[in-house]
């Protein structure tokens, strides 16, 4: 009887450890993540004199992207270890789209629940 209550009570002390340490690695997981995303939004935040007008892939690591450095346009070869210079383009040459806005993770998820609450 004491020998199965004693296993009872280690079988309990040991989902408690294992319970604690996901949620100890799930919290390092959300907190290393935060930093991430903010790193990165903070690299990608745009200065006023680069922007990004557009990128072409055309093998893997290798792009041609069209960035406007001030008041000029340039058509740049970007690939894993060099950016080259292919041209200067003229602003008329430059077909500049409206950029779509980001729509967040919450929007999306809640436009899928109220389309599967209408489809149920």
Excluded at 36 to 41: D, G, V
Aim: glycine content about 4%; charged content about 25%.
């Amino acid at each position: 009887m004491i020998l199965a209550l004693s296993r009872g009570l280690n079988s309990i002390a040991h989902f408690f450890t294992l319970l604690f340490i996901f949620l100890f690695v799930c919290a390092i997981t959300w907190i290393a993540t935060r930093y991430t995303a903010k790193f990165m939004n903070q690299a990608n935040m745009p200065s006023g004199n680069m922007e990004l007008i557009e990128a072409f892939r055309i093998a893997p690591g290798k792009y041609i992207q069209i960035v406007k450095i001030g008041t000029r346009y340039l058509a740049l070869a970007v690939c894993k270890d060099t950016v080259t210079l292919l041209t200067e383009l003229q602003e008329d040459e430059v077909k500049i789209t409206e950029k779509k806005e980001l729509i967040s993770f919450k929007e999306l998820l809640e436009k899928a629940t109220k389309r599967t609450e209408k489809d149920e």
